[in-house]
Every structure is written in structure tokens, then in C-alpha cells.
């Protein structure tokens, strides 16, 4: 798979209900970001997690590193009909050979049924 | 809350023809980026820019992309004679430092080469 592949690539629940998008990577990186992209509309950042970190929440998201499998979940806990979008993964390597350039996955499309 | 801003939203060109596409990032920050993402595929890194320099940049920002900060506010990329592989959304981001904190993406300009 390449840098920041999502899986699902689509994903399908009922209002209420959790919504759990993961992401793998292949190189070593500096940090994960995952961002959410709605239709016809530009990328709106959504939470930021460091290689030294584990887990990290904002509001109803939470999300995980694991650095020694490269991968990455995020979890959209009690979803909304306003959370239907793309959702894509992000890695960093700044501080390398690279200058902060992001590096993004396929996404994951979620719906989220009223 | 402070946005990048894109324009045009919508730019159709002939093949062959120059293009500008434009962006005002957020005034405080001090690095700038483009990324483009053809229907249906990933967002992909052009080129990154700092002090008046290119940083980084992808295989795909060859000689007939360039960019520019023409004056304390406006960002551009110019892609000089244009291919029907060129038709793409263009994305411009910057951030407050490199690598370790998010990047604000504009909306985007649908570029379509005919």
C-alpha cells in the first residue's frame, strides 16, 4: 500500500452511531494529521497527533498512533448528517529530508444517515 | 476566524495558455504551500515556500510551474503553457511554523484545460 492508505474507502452508518477510519503509512514520520474535506470544498484540518503520542482527542474525535505498526485510527464518536465527508490521513516527515509537506491517503468517504 | 482564500473558484483555459491562480494566506503565517488533486485521486504536493524560497518541491512541479510571493500578502502559482493533464483542483495552504502545527487549505481553484 502506499503513504497514508485509508481503509474503508467508504463507510456507511446511521446518525448516532461510531464511525472508526484507519490509515496506514509507510516511511517513518514526525506527525499524523487527519483532515476532513467536504464536497467541492477545500480541506478543513481536524486534530494533530505527534510520533511521541498515543492517543489524542478533540470533542468527538479520538485518535490513535501506533508509530511500530504505522498506522493510525480515527474514531467519530455519536456521528451527525453534517459529519458526511472525506476524511483523509496526512503524514509529516519535516525535519528530515522533507520541509513539512504533507503526504495524504485515498480517504475514507463516510455518509451518515439521518 | 482567519482564512486562506483561493482565487478564481473556476478557471478554464485553452491548452497551451498560461494560467495564475492565486491565494492570500493567513497573515501571520510564514510558509506556503500548493497541492493539487485530480478528480478522483489523492491530494498530491506540489511545492513549498518559505522566505522567498522554494523549500521543497515534487516531481511534479516541473519547469512550467513556478510561484511567487509578489507582495506581503498574495501567494500565486503559474504554470506556464498548460496540458489537459494540468486540469486538477489546486490547493493553497500555509502554517504558522513547518511541519509540527496544521495547515489552513483555501477552497480550492477547479482548474479545466480544454
Known amino acids: 500500500s502506499q503513504q497514508g492508505e485509508e481503509d474503508p474507502q467508504a463507510l456507511s452508518i446511521q446518525e448516532g452511531e461510531n464511525a472508526t477510519m484507519n490509515c496506514s503509512y509507510k516511511?517513518?514520520?514526525?506527525?499524523l494529521q487527519w483532515y476532513r474535506q467536504n464536497s467541492g470544498r477545500g480541506l478543513v484540518h481536524l486534530i494533530l497527533?505527534?510520533?511521541?503520542?498515543r492517543e489524542k482527542h478533540s470533542g468527538r474525535l479520538r485518535v490513535t498512533l501506533d508509530t511500530s505498526k504505522k498506522s493510525s485510527s480515527l474514531l467519530i464518536t455519536a456521528s451527525r448528517a453534517a459529519d458526511t465527508a472525506s476524511y483523509f490521513c496526512?503524514?509529516?516527515?519535516?525535519?528530515?529530508?522533507?520541509?513539512?509537506?504533507?503526504?495524504f491517503g485515498q480517504g475514507t468517504i463516510l455518509t451518515v444517515h439521518p | 476566524e482567519p482564512e486562506v482564500t483561493q482565487t478564481p473558484s473556476h478557471q478554464v483555459t485553452q491548452m497551451g495558455q498560461e494560467v495564475i491562480l492565486r491565494c492570500v494566506p493567513i497573515?501571520?503565517?510564514?510558509?506556503f504551500y500548493w497541492y493539487r488533486q485530480i478528480l478522483g485521486q489523492k491530494v498530491e504536493f506540489l511545492v513549498s515556500?518559505?522566505?522567498?524560497?522554494?523549500?521543497?518541491k515534487s516531481e511534479i512541479f516541473d519547469d512550467q510551474f513556478s510561484v511567487e510571493r509578489p507582495d506581503g500578502s498574495n501567494f500565486t502559482l503559474k504554470i506556464r503553457s498548460t496540458k489537459l493533464e494540468d486540469s486538477a483542483m489546486y490547493f493553497c495552504?500555509?502554517?504558522?511554523?513547518?511541519?509540527?502545527?496544521?495547515?489552513?487549505f483555501g477552497d480550492g481553484t477547479r482548474l479545466s484545460i480544454l
Open positions: 496526512a503524514t509529516s516527515n519535516a525535519g528530515g529530508t522533507s520541509y513539512g509537506k504533507l503526504t
Open positions: 516511511t517513518s514520520i514526525n506527525n
Open positions: 497527533i505527534r510520533s511521541n503520542e
Open positions: 495552504a500555509s502554517s504558522r511554523e513547518q511541519g509540527i502545527q496544521p495547515q489552513h
Open positions: 497573515s501571520n503565517h510564514l510558509y
Open positions: 515556500f518559505y522566505n522567498n524560497e522554494i523549500s521543497e
